[in-house]
């Protein structure tokens, strides 16, 4: 076969190089960025049960992974309002809950929460919206 020859008398082949080159470099760059903002670790994964009675709120892990304490965070909302101070974790004594929280939220308990352990903190009633019945 005879190459092919433009008008000017130029292949096209150093055009065809360039093109190569930069599909090559793009593709490159996607395949390193893909790699490096893959998670190295699954979160963990455990199932939790939620009981809340006046100013006590408790949470049961009741299977799946063990959670590390210190990367956990609690939310608390009342009547779909966040309370101005959300608790700590862990915590002993924290503004807006009553001091000595127990399980794996008291700062003095273990580092990971496991499958059977319940960990219960209380609202303290200065604050502004506190769960109630029926809230």
Do not use: C, K
Not at 71 to 96: C, H
């Amino acid at each position: 076969m005879s190459p092919v020859v433009r008008r000017d008398g130029r292949g096209i082949a150093p055009v065809a190089g360039v093109l190569l080159i930069a599909i090559t470099v793009v593709l490159a760059g996607g395949v390193a960025t893909a790699t490096l903002d893959a998670p190295s670790d699954p979160p963990p994964s455990a199932v939790l049960s939620l009981s809340a009675t006046d100013d006590r709120v408790s949470i049961y892990h009741r299977g799946g992974d063990p959670i590390d304490v210190a990367a956990a965070t609690v939310r608390v909302r009342v009547d779909g309002e966040p309370l101005d101070e959300q608790p700590p974790v862990p915590f002993f004594s924290a503004t807006g809950y009553r001091p000595g929280p127990t399980g794996p939220f008291n700062a003095a308990s273990g580092d990971t929460w496991r499958a059977g352990d319940t960990a219960t903190f209380r609202v303290a009633g200065t604050t502004r919206r506190s769960p109630r019945a029926g809230r």
